[in-house]
């Protein structure tokens, strides 16, 4: 696997579900990144880890929660979610050693909340 | 807080033509970084093209290039010799760098997108 990769590609749970969605990257970056893409709005940032430590959290609901075991991987735990969060889930990834700090994106986890 | 606009919800092109989508940004610092990505239907989010703002010659990436205009805060991006494949959602997106622990990451807020659609 190269660049970064993310599981499942589709979801589709109950609001009552317990799930997590996964993100591996396999490009030695030191940053990990959540964004919510819904139809009609800009990307959302949700959570940011940088080294491992959770550097930034959006005001986001205590139902999606984040955990960063290591630098490579990065999980978003999903409980008693609700329609309207349903959403296209993207993982990005970056590295302070470039000075552009760009993030390279996975493909993303379509989530649908019935 | 940072803003990205871009004004074109969609835009067509003819293949083999010359597109340019809009965006502009507000913000009150001097330093940062504006990128334009790809996002094909596909939905892997690919990245384009970057510009240092500090840097006053517009960045060029083979067919995609950059017309960068600092006072006016804008930042279009233009496609030459439109390909079928370039067909896509196109984002802005505007860099902040905030510091963690010594460590920077980059913190991006991103334009509403453009799709645009290449005609054969």
């Known amino acids: 696997e190269t660049g970064v990769t993310q599981t499942p590609r589709h979801l589709v749970m109950g609001m009552t579900n317990k799930k997590s969605l996964k993100c591996e990257q396999h490009?030695?970056?030191?940053?990990m990144y959540w964004y919510k893409q819904s139809a009609k709005k800009p990307l959302e940032l949700m959570f940011v880890?940088?080294?491992?430590?959770?550097?930034e959290n959006n005001s986001v609901p205590s139902r999606f929660s984040p955990e960063c075991p290591n630098s490579s991987h990065l999980f978003l735990h999903l409980h008693t979610l609700q329609p309207e969060d349903s959403a296209l889930y993207l993982c990005?990834?970056?590295?302070?050693?470039?000075?552009?700090?760009?993030?390279?994106f996975g493909p993303g986890t379509r989530l649908t909340v019935l | 807080a940072q803003t990205v606009t871009q004004s074109q919800p969609e835009m067509s092109v003819q293949e083999a033509e010359t597109v340019t989508l809009s965006c502009t940004y507000d913000?009150?610092?001097?330093?940062?970084?504006l990128f334009w990505y790809k996002q094909p239907p596909s939905r892997q989010m690919i990245l384009v093209i970057r510009?240092?703002?500090?840097?006053?010659q517009n960045a060029t990436e083979n067919r995609f290039s950059v017309n960068f205009q600092k006072a006016a805060k804008s930042f279009s991006l233009k496609i030459s010799d439109s390909q079928l494949g370039d067909a896509a959602m196109y984002f802005c997106?505007?860099?902040?760098?905030?510091?963690?622990?010594?460590?920077?990451?980059?913190?991006?807020?991103f334009g509403q997108g453009t799709i645009l659609t290449v005609h054969p």
């Open positions: 990005a990834s970056s590295s302070d050693s470039s000075s552009y700090n760009e993030q390279f």
């Open positions: 490009l030695g970056h030191n940053a």
């Open positions: 880890y940088s080294l491992e430590e959770r550097v």
């Open positions: 913000t009150s610092e001097s330093d940062y970084y």
């Open positions: 510009q240092e703002a500090y840097k006053q």
């Open positions: 997106a505007y860099r902040s760098a905030i510091n963690a622990g010594g460590t920077s990451y980059g913190k991006l807020t």
